[in-house]
Protein backbone atom coordinates (compact mmCIF):
# COMPACT_ATOMS: atom_id res chain seq x y z
CA UNK A 1 0.00 0.00 0.00
CA UNK A 2 1.51 3.56 -1.05
CA UNK A 3 1.38 6.33 1.62
CA UNK A 4 1.83 9.53 0.28
CA UNK A 5 3.08 12.96 1.64
CA UNK A 6 2.65 16.30 0.29
CA UNK A 7 4.62 19.72 1.31
CA UNK A 8 5.44 22.75 -0.04
CA UNK A 9 1.98 24.02 0.99
CA UNK A 10 2.58 27.58 2.78
CA UNK A 11 1.03 31.36 3.16
CA UNK A 12 1.31 33.44 0.07
CA UNK A 13 -0.43 36.35 -1.28
CA UNK A 14 -2.80 36.68 -4.10
CA UNK A 15 -0.80 36.60 -7.25
CA UNK A 16 1.80 34.63 -6.34
CA UNK A 17 3.23 30.95 -6.91
CA UNK A 18 3.53 27.90 -4.63
CA UNK A 19 5.15 24.23 -5.66
CA UNK A 20 3.23 21.22 -4.09
CA UNK A 21 5.28 18.55 -3.98
CA UNK A 22 3.74 14.61 -3.27
CA UNK A 23 6.49 11.54 -2.05
CA UNK A 24 5.25 8.41 -2.59
CA UNK A 25 6.87 5.57 -0.43
CA UNK A 26 6.63 2.89 -3.08
CA UNK A 27 6.73 3.07 -6.81
CA UNK A 28 4.06 5.14 -8.95
CA UNK A 29 5.31 3.65 -12.19
CA UNK A 30 2.42 1.19 -12.65
CA UNK A 31 0.16 3.84 -10.92
CA UNK A 32 -1.78 4.92 -13.96
CA UNK A 33 -3.06 8.07 -12.51
CA UNK A 34 -1.72 10.77 -9.68
CA UNK A 35 -3.27 13.78 -8.91
CA UNK A 36 -4.26 16.30 -6.74
CA UNK A 37 -7.42 17.48 -4.85
CA UNK A 38 -8.42 20.28 -2.85
CA UNK A 39 -10.96 20.96 0.23
CA UNK A 40 -11.83 24.22 1.05
CA UNK A 41 -14.23 25.07 4.65
CA UNK A 42 -17.42 23.62 4.38
CA UNK A 43 -17.24 22.31 0.56
CA UNK A 44 -16.99 18.94 -0.37
CA UNK A 45 -13.33 17.47 -2.12
CA UNK A 46 -12.51 18.89 -5.69
CA UNK A 47 -10.51 17.27 -8.42
CA UNK A 48 -7.50 19.91 -9.32
CA UNK A 49 -5.58 18.18 -11.71
CA UNK A 50 -4.60 14.41 -12.25
CA UNK A 51 -1.69 12.99 -14.93
CA UNK A 52 -1.30 8.95 -16.45
CA UNK A 53 1.66 7.15 -16.97
CA UNK A 54 1.72 8.35 -20.29
CA UNK A 55 1.39 11.99 -19.31
CA UNK A 56 -1.86 12.61 -20.40
CA UNK A 57 -3.53 15.50 -18.22
CA UNK A 58 -6.26 16.82 -16.95
CA UNK A 59 -7.30 20.14 -14.88
CA UNK A 60 -10.37 21.40 -13.23
CA UNK A 61 -11.94 24.43 -14.91
CA UNK A 62 -10.77 26.65 -12.37
CA UNK A 63 -7.10 26.24 -13.12
CA UNK A 64 -7.78 28.19 -15.96
CA UNK A 65 -3.62 27.66 -17.35
CA UNK A 66 -2.40 28.77 -13.58
CA UNK A 67 -1.53 25.37 -12.62
CA UNK A 68 0.93 22.06 -13.75
CA UNK A 69 1.12 19.17 -13.02
CA UNK A 70 3.91 16.87 -13.08
CA UNK A 71 5.30 13.68 -12.07
CA UNK A 72 8.49 12.01 -11.92
CA UNK A 73 8.55 7.88 -12.09
CA UNK A 74 11.94 7.97 -11.06
CA UNK A 75 11.63 10.13 -7.99
CA UNK A 76 7.85 8.64 -7.22
CA UNK A 77 6.87 11.93 -6.92
CA UNK A 78 4.05 13.97 -8.27
CA UNK A 79 4.21 17.61 -8.20
CA UNK A 80 1.75 20.77 -8.53
CA UNK A 81 3.12 24.19 -9.89
CA UNK A 82 0.27 27.02 -8.88
CA UNK A 83 0.68 30.48 -10.37
CA UNK A 84 -1.48 33.67 -10.25
CA UNK A 85 -3.13 32.01 -7.29
CA UNK A 86 -6.20 33.34 -6.24
CA UNK A 87 -8.12 34.17 -2.64
CA UNK A 88 -10.46 31.13 -3.91
CA UNK A 89 -7.35 29.24 -3.96
CA UNK A 90 -7.28 28.37 -0.41
CA UNK A 91 -7.82 25.03 0.65
CA UNK A 92 -5.87 21.49 1.80
CA UNK A 93 -4.68 19.97 -1.19
CA UNK A 94 -4.29 16.21 -1.15
CA UNK A 95 -2.21 13.93 -3.15
CA UNK A 96 -3.80 11.05 -4.84
CA UNK A 97 -2.68 8.03 -6.02
CA UNK A 98 -4.68 5.59 -7.84
CA UNK A 99 -8.02 7.31 -8.70
CA UNK A 100 -8.49 8.03 -12.08
CA UNK A 101 -7.74 10.43 -14.86
CA UNK A 102 -10.90 11.88 -14.11
CA UNK A 103 -11.80 11.60 -10.25
CA UNK A 104 -11.10 9.42 -7.69
CA UNK A 105 -11.55 5.65 -6.94
CA UNK A 106 -12.93 3.77 -3.74
CA UNK A 107 -9.33 2.06 -3.64
CA UNK A 108 -7.24 4.71 -4.06
CA UNK A 109 -4.99 6.35 -1.43
CA UNK A 110 -4.63 9.63 -0.07
CA UNK A 111 -2.18 12.16 1.78
CA UNK A 112 -2.77 14.03 4.68
CA UNK A 113 -3.09 17.20 2.83
CA UNK A 114 -0.95 19.98 3.17
CA UNK A 115 -2.43 23.84 3.68
CA UNK A 116 -2.45 26.38 0.87
CA UNK A 117 -3.37 29.79 2.22
CA UNK A 118 -3.58 32.90 -0.18
CA UNK A 119 -4.19 36.11 1.70
CA UNK A 120 -2.67 39.38 1.31
Known amino acids: QVQLVESGGGLVQPGGSLRLSCAASGSISSIYAMGWYRQAPGKPRELVAT???????NYARFVEGRFTISRDNAKNTVSLQMNSLKYEDTAVYYC??????????????WGQGTQVTVSS
Open 51 to 57: ITTYGST
Open 96 to 109: NAGGSRWGPKSSDH
